[in-house]
């Protein structure tokens, strides 16, 4: 069963996932929706908009206004694409015009940017999650929370059901039907029949009982002096009985729920697709836990302060189990599935670091071998769910984490057994990735595919349930987003073989494993498969371009070329003549391998020596020194605008960044802030031997993980650089988010050694050259407070040469033009001044 879209996020289950300044953190795209207060505001917001394509100055001259101008007069590129169900039509999302609303379009070979599509027939073109199976004779989807079918021979679509509760998790069930889950419910809908029906639901409360024992010398006395009290029991009894036989013997009758623990919720859940069996996972519920914090917001509508709900830090996570249990769906009968039977489900993964810690305050530690606390693993992007059932119901897969972030396991249960059976444990003394957990079935044996980075780099297995483990892709390079074909013949897949920083497309024979190279276009790929598999949609983009859709046709026996589809770049974006940055290798002091980085040079470098800016990208596991259109796309016109000044510009992928394996990934663990500077010294000494730089004239800059490298670069390595600009950084990772920093640095409780060397508030002491912090105030990936209390350690340790701006209205990604244009005429003044 191929499910070309999961539910983002799972309606029993949210996990926040504050990523620190992933790629978002520099994004053109908003998480909050802006009111315009009345027209006459609205009209000149459009307006100035389409001012700023117009604006752009006639001689060709970079400015700051036009590079941090609403980012819709580069072109408004295609997000979001796919296919129409059950057709070879292409459709993608466009953001309008001086707007936050996005519309759908659909196109084909001969239509380049295609049309709009009509709100009336959004339904028939749109999903949130699709579903298809070639022994079916329908596709279904969900659209804004309802289901909708077509079928095979007519191309008829219908729709299945309409109502306010919100629908996840469909999957084929029978031949006819649909399974989809609304809350703590399973329930079925005919595609032929219309019939709807509640197959099972589950609720956290403690059973009913029926006949209560006497719990004490009162209940004794008043059951056997007063007559009516045991009149009731018979009832309740009686009651009880004709119920069980009327619920056994009439199936027209829904039973009662299975119930759970009260103090529990759900986090996932999965139904079998022959309906008998559900998989349900649950934990301590959210209302119980000290989930959350509070992050206050100055300026309202109304002219009052906020108080908002954030996540809560890692310093107050606690560890989580998910308990998960297998229910009969006929009887209500449900089994708690154990853990024991994993390998390594209670080693002392941290017992090194327990001792090391307790040997600093002069204690001793003693290995405790208590069970670990496991749980589903979620795929941080929302596009995986970890329980998979094969289509034959005779096994479901899971995916499973320990919460200490060291092992990975894939598993199997045969529900007639009950029992866990370990297919494959990654384990890592840093911590498991939290990408390329990709995992899923063939379609017509019980063989499972898995990505691990066991061997170092993501690579694709195969694992038939009861055999070896096979590796089908071996070498140097990172595998991801894998799709198996309908036929189990071919696995198509993205991978940077040829470079780190370019990413084709590659499909490899199931059986013999002989691969292929489906593009050859130099760039950023990525790609989607039609629904019959004749056809890929491609995203593709380079140094200087955005990305557009490309379409390419499956041929087994040849390679076909890649055939543009939309142009969407604007006019204004490509009458400039950008600097094209070279991609270079930087030799490393302290590890074999080089660091990639780009490199932006003026075009004849001149005989005096030049000022340089080296930038270090955000969320630390991220590529950017790759040979696509950047995330950092205001940085990259940033960048062209200071070689039109004379600067030279270094962005390194500096150790932790992502694509180049797991060695440099994990370099990190327990000491964050210490590679990736020995990578920015060995950055600045390439620049001043290879590139003419005068090594004191050289800053630095950059946000979130950036900024955090500011500060350890300006703190640890004062002479390093001569100026350096901190956006919204990260001062002490003790108050940052759970999932990303105990990943790295374990947990303060646990191990508070790797939080004190990895948190620049605890090396201040180091300022010596200018330094800018810009920090917004609604942030709530990375706190506001992370600056405050920088700026009072600062302040107490009476350092003067530093200076804060704040942005009461922005959150982590900036949104607002204005408020981007203030930020870089400061990053750009500090530069000058001090260069």
């Given at each position: 069963m191929n499910h070309n879209k999961i539910s983002k996020l799972l309606s029993s289950f949210t996990i926040t996932l504050l990523l620190c300044a992933c790629a978002g953190s520099q994004s053109n795209s908003s998480t909050e929706t802006e009111q315009a207060p009345n027209?006459?505001?609205?009209?000149?917001?459009?307006?100035?908009?389409?001012?700023?394509?117009?604006?752009?100055?006639?001689?060709?001259?970079?400015?700051?206004?036009?590079?941090?101008?609403?980012?819709?007069?580069?072109?408004?590129?295609p997000k979001n694409p796919s296919f129409s169900p059950l057709t070879q039509q292409f459709t993608y999302t466009r953001k309008r015009l001086g707007s936050v609303v996005e519309d759908l379009y659909i196109t084909d070979v001969a239509q380049g940017n295609g049309k709009k599509v009509a709100l009336s027939s959004l339904h028939e073109h749109s999903f949130d999650e699709y579903i298809d199976d070639k022994d079916m004779s329908f596709v279904a989807w969900v659209f804004e929370g309802n289901i909708f079918a077509k079928f095979r021979d007519t191309q008829s679509v219908i729709q299945l059901t309409r109502d306010a509760y919100p629908i996840a998790n469909i999957a084929y069930m029978g031949s006819e039907s649909v399974s989809f889950q609304v809350g703590n419910s399973f329930y079925a809908v005919n595609a032929v029949t219309g019939f709807l029906h509640q197959m099972i639901r589950w609720s956290f409360e403690d059973k009913p009982v029926v006949l209560a024992p006497a719990k004490d010398y009162i209940m004794q006395e008043q059951l056997r002096l007063i007559q009516y009290e045991n009149v009731q029991r018979k009832n309740r009894r009686d009651r009880l009985a004709y119920e069980k036989s009327l619920w056994t013997e009439n199936r027209t009758i829904l039973p009662p729920p299975v119930y759970l623990d009260?103090?529990?919720?759900?986090?996932?859940?999965?139904?079998?697709?022959?309906?008998?069996?559900?998989?349900?996972?649950?934990?301590?519920?959210?209302?119980?836990?000290?989930?959350?914090?509070?992050?206050?917001?100055?300026?309202?509508?109304?002219?009052?302060?906020?108080?908002?709900?954030v996540r809560r830090r890692v310093a107050d996570a606690k560890p989580e189990?998910?308990?998960?249990?297998?229910?009969?769906?006929?009887?209500?009968?449900?089994?708690?599935?154990?853990?024991?039977?994993?390998?390594?489900?209670?080693?002392d993964v941290l017992a090194d670091v327990k001792r090391e810690n307790a040997k600093k305050v002069g204690k001793d530690y003693v290995d405790n071998r208590l069970p670990r606390d496991i749980g589903l693993l979620f795929d941080w992007y929302a596009t995986e769910t970890p329980i998979k059932w094969h289509d034959s119901s005779k096994q479901v897969a899971l995916m499973l984490e320990a919460w200490d972030n060291k092992d990975r396991w894939i598993v199997t249960l045969n529900p007639a057994s009950n029992k866990l059976t370990t297919q494959h444990r990654m384990h890592d003394k840093a911590w498991i990735n939290y990408r390329y957990n990709q995992f899923g079935w063939f379609e017509d044996s019980l063989n499972l595919y898995l990505l691990s980075e066991s061997s170092g780099y993501s690579q694709l297995y195969i694992k038939p349930i009861d055999g070896d483990l096979t590796q089908l892709t071996k070498g140097q390079y990172v595998v991801d987003d894998v799709y198996l074909d309908k036929n189990d013949t071919y696995f198509y897949?993205?991978?940077?073989?040829?470079?780190?920083?370019?990413?084709?497309?590659?499909?490899?024979?199931?059986?013999?494993?002989?691969?292929?190279?489906?593009?050859?276009?130099?760039?950023?790929?990525?790609?989607?498969?039609?629904?019959?598999?004749?056809?890929?949609?491609?995203?593709?983009?380079?140094?200087?371009m955005p990305p557009e859709l490309y379409s390419l046709v499956l041929d087994k026996d040849k390679i076909a070329e890649p055939m543009k589809l939309t142009s969407t770049v604007s006019k204004a974006f490509l009458s400039i003549d950008w600097v094209t940055p070279s991609i270079i290798t930087i030799p490393s002091s302290h590890v074999n391998e080089p660091i990639y980085a780009r490199l932006y040079t003026p075009e004849n470098l001149a005989a005096e020596k030049r000022r340089a800016v080296v930038f270090n990208h955000g969320a630390g596991y991220l590529q950017n020194a790759h040979m696509g259109w950047s995330n950092y796309f205001r940085e990259f016109m940033f960048h062209s605008l200071l070689v039109s000044k004379g600067y030279v510009v270094l962005d390194m992928d500096y150790r932790a960044s992502a694509g180049y394996g797991r060695e440099w990934r994990t370099a990190i663990y327990r000491h964050m802030g210490k590679p990736e500077i020995e990578d920015n010294v060995d950055g600045v000494n390439w620049l001043v031997e290879h590139a003419n730089v005068d090594r004191q004239r050289i800053g630095t800059y950059g946000g979130s993980y950036g900024g955090f490298l500011t500060f350890m670069a300006l703190f640890t390595e004062p002479e390093l650089y001569q100026a350096g600009a901190a956006l919204r950084p990260v001062s002490d990772w003790a108050h940052y988010n759970f999932p990303y920093t105990s990943n790295i640095l374990n947990t303060p409780s646990v191990d508070p050694i790797a939080y004190e060397r990895s948190s620049p508030i605890y090396f201040a002491e180091g300022l010596r050259k200018p330094l800018l912090i810009n920090a917004p105030m609604v942030d709530d990936n990375v706190f506001f407070v992370d600056v405050v209390r920088l700026v009072q350690r600062l302040i107490e340790l009476e350092k003067q040469n530093f200076e804060t701006a704040i942005y009461p209205v922005e959150p982590h990604g900036f949104v607002q033009p204005s408020s981007w244009l203030d930020e870089y005429r400061r990053i750009f003044k500090l530069f000058e001044e001090n260069l």
């Open positions: 027209k006459a505001q609205a009209v000149s917001h459009v307006q100035s908009v389409v001012s700023s394509q117009s604006s752009y100055p006639k001689d060709g001259e970079l400015s700051l206004e036009q590079i941090m101008a609403d980012p819709d007069w580069i072109g408004r590129q009260k103090k529990h919720e759900t986090v996932l859940a999965s139904m079998s697709p022959d309906g008998n069996w559900v998989v349900l996972a649950t934990r301590e519920a959210t209302s119980t836990r000290a989930d959350t914090d509070i992050m206050p917001d100055y300026i309202e509508e109304d002219g009052r302060i906020a108080t908002k709900s189990s998910h308990y998960l249990y297998l229910i009969n769906v006929n009887s209500g009968e449900k089994n708690e599935i154990s853990y024991v039977s994993l390998p390594g489900y209670n080693d897949y993205k991978a940077n073989k040829k470079h780190p920083g370019i990413y084709e497309i590659y499909r490899t024979h199931a059986v013999t494993g002989e691969t292929q190279a489906l593009t050859n276009l130099n760039g950023m790929s990525d790609f989607e498969i039609s629904p019959d598999e004749s056809t890929m949609l491609l995203t593709h983009s380079k140094l200087t």
